[in-house]
């Protein structure tokens, strides 16, 4: 494969997607995110911006550690400081990735930086040279790129191909752009920047006109062979462009797109899954290629199309994207050897024995409830025992009963074990989930902004399990829980639940660093 031919993934998943409102994302969980996508083939991780928080330089320098194929990558701005704390925290790395931006559109430049474009000049030479003497691998953006002047874009870029940048990133921050004006923008800097193929172009396309696909896939047919994405698409305000999708779109459109990327395609959905239990965003049933009904035909005509040639209606199989088409596979009789193989059948390969036994104990009680299983139902029940198998978790539910209904108050009774002690309450409220909620505060007092509950059905029926999210806030931070459980109520305290333990967790882990975390705001 002709190197012209390779288009490289950056996944920022971890970084801009992190940036979505209540897409926190804990170490623990960031470290199992990156072991998937170290698997799933990307070739560029950027794993956080070190400078933000200490938490963020801890997740950036534990990821760079534990990939073993996937490159680390750091987020700096043009500050020696920033650049140096991402160094310290990728310096593990036998290869990493300093990734450093400035702003280079007259909008950003007069009215964020307060600088002449002749001081953001001189600030390219300087960081970018700076950068380069710590790494042979730096990447550059302009910032605000698809709304600057493009005589002084070509300006800019030739300045950071000379003073050590190998990547040049041109990104749509603003999601502005449209496809033939981003193909102009690329083809502009192949064809005026002398320099330039001392360097990758790359992409960097928001979705704030639904466009980040098409731009980014625009950018390639015009010479860019690095795309920057995340998974699910998620990222600030409306996202950024999904990996899933332009990797599937290049795969199977290789007629018009014929390039490679070093993607392992039958992941995408398990990564999808990850990411939305970690971050507690849900993916629509319509998403391309990893929502529910991506594969899904209803439609008389359309089965019987399917039925007859299933090219008729499906571009990709299910099967390339790692879903799974069986429907009814395991039953209240399956053993563990059978509930273990399908697990990895699913893609989940490298569960503990804690998780598989935990998962296979709730799955034994699904299925004296449910007359069919699906592998919804299994994904959700393993997803659930990998949020709740931690040991140091301080608050379990034991037990509860709700009273609902109408001409009575909701009243919700409660049972938790605390740090080994079990604790009683009853409590009323408008609604028995409000009920439930005025437990757990009365049982483990505590001030927490509730910012999102959200249920959906994992599967069809009433005896459908019930996929609770919480998202709770404590001074800044948040953290979400989920739960799955065909008692939508019991999934509800469950979720709760698991985002109080994360908080709690949370707010033990930063107490000690709050003084630092001050400086660090200050800059």
């Known amino acids: 494969m002709a190197n012209k031919d390779r288009v490289f993934i950056f996944d920022t998943t971890m970084r801009d997607g992190e940036q979505s409102p209540g897409a926190s994302m804990s170490l623990e969980e960031k470290i199992q ?26 997740a950036v320098s534990a990821i760079s550690k534990v ?42 430049m007069k009215h964020k930086l307060n600088k002449t474009p002749e001081q953001v000049y001189e600030s390219i030479k300087e960081h970018v040279t700076y950068a380069r003497n710590l790494t042979d691998d ?4 302009c910032e605000d790129g698809t709304r600057t002047d493009m005589d002084y874009m070509c300006k800019t870029v030739e300045l950071a191909i000379k003073s050590g940048a190998s990547t040049i990133n041109i990104p749509d921050t603003v ?87 070093g993607i392992n395609t039958t992941l995408l959905s398990k990564a999808s899954k990850l990411v939305s239990n970690v971050t507690g965003f849900p993916v629509q049933f319509n998403k391309a290629i990893v929502g529910k009904n991506a594969f899904a035909h209803e439609s008389g005509i359309h089965q019987d199309g399917m039925l007859k040639n299933r090219n008729t209606y499906e571009i990709m199989t299910p099967e390339s994207v790692g879903v799974k088409q069986t429907s009814l596979v395991m039953g209240k009789h399956s053993g563990r050897h059978a509930f273990k193989d399908k697990l990895i059948s699913l893609g989940y390969a490298d569960l503990t024995d804690d998780v598989i036994e935990n998962a296979f104990g709730k799955f034994k009680i699904l299925a004296d409830k449910k007359k069919h299983i699906y592998d919804e139902d299994i994904i959700a029940l393993v997803d659930d025992s990998l949020v709740t198998d931690n040991k140091a978790n301080k608050i379990i539910l034991k037990s509860l009963k709700v009273f609902a209904g109408t001409g009575e108050p909701q009243k919700a009774e409660m049972k938790l074990d ?77 979720a709760y639940i698991a985002a109080l333990n994360k908080m709690i967790i949370k707010r033990d882990k930063t107490a000690p660093m709050e003084q630092e975390n001050e400086k660090v705001r200050g800059i």
Request: proline residues 4%.
């Open 33 to 58: 995110i990156s072991r998937v996508f170290d698997e799933l083939g990307i070739d560029v991780i950027e794993a956080g911006f070190p400078i933000a928080s200490p938490g963020d330089f801890e």
């Open 67 to 108: 990939l073993k194929k996937s490159i680390p990558c750091g987020l700096a701005r043009h500050s020696k400081k920033d650049i140096d704390r991402c160094y310290e925290a990728l310096k593990h790395a036998p290869r990493f990735r300093i990734h450093t931006f400035i702003s280079t559109s007259p909008l950003h």
């Open 138 to 141: 730096v990447e550059w953006s």
């Open 175 to 261: 999601g502005y752009t449209v496809p033939s004006e981003f193909t102009k923008i690329i083809e502009t800097l192949l064809n005026k920047v002398p320099n330039i193929d001392k360097a990758i172009l790359s992409t960097h396309c928001h979705n704030d006109l639904g466009l980040a696909v098409a731009n980014s896939l625009a950018g390639v047919q015009a010479g860019a062979r690095q795309i920057e994405c995340t998974i699910n698409g998620i990222g600030e305000r409306a996202g950024n462009a999904a990996l899933e999708e332009v990797v599937m779109a290049i795969r199977t459109r290789n007629d018009l797109m014929p390039y490679e990327t």
């Open 418 to 494: 605390i740090d080994g002690q079990i604790k009683s309450a009853s409590e009323t409220g408008d609604g028995p989930v409000d009920a439930i909620f005025k437990c757990i505060k009365n049982l483990f007092p505590h001030d927490v902004n509730l910012q999102l509950y959200q249920v959906h059905a994992v599967t069809e029926g009433t005896d459908a399990q019930a996929t609770v999210s919480v998202r709770i806030e404590e001074n800044g931070k948040t953290t979400v829980g989920q739960a799955a459980d065909t008692d939508t109520l019991v999934a509800s305290a469950n």
